[in-house]
């Protein structure tokens, strides 16, 4: 699997997480690929993409939602 992490303002790499796929539909749009992972497996998660911690909610621009149909 590929995980998306995103550059914070404070220079921070940020792992982007939901609540629910509505929040991330609503939040990155239909097009973005998501993946589900249980809370006990972010620790392990964060250690193998290099990430500094998460961001919830985290709201992307127009022009960094992917492309296509939506889901």
Not at 14 to 27: D, G, T
Not at 55 to 66: K, S, T
Request: hydrophobic share 45%; aromatic share 2%; with cysteine.
């Amino acid at each position: 699997a590929v995980c998306e992490l995103r550059r914070l303002v404070d220079d921070r790499l940020a792992l982007p997480v939901y609540a629910s796929v509505e929040e991330l539909v609503a939040r990155c749009g239909g097009a973005q690929p998501w993946m589900a992972v249980p809370t006990g497996r972010l620790p392990a998660l964060l250690a193998a993409t290099g990430a500094d911690g998460v961001v919830e909610g985290l709201e992307l621009p127009a022009e960094l939602r992917h492309r296509g149909g939506d889901r």
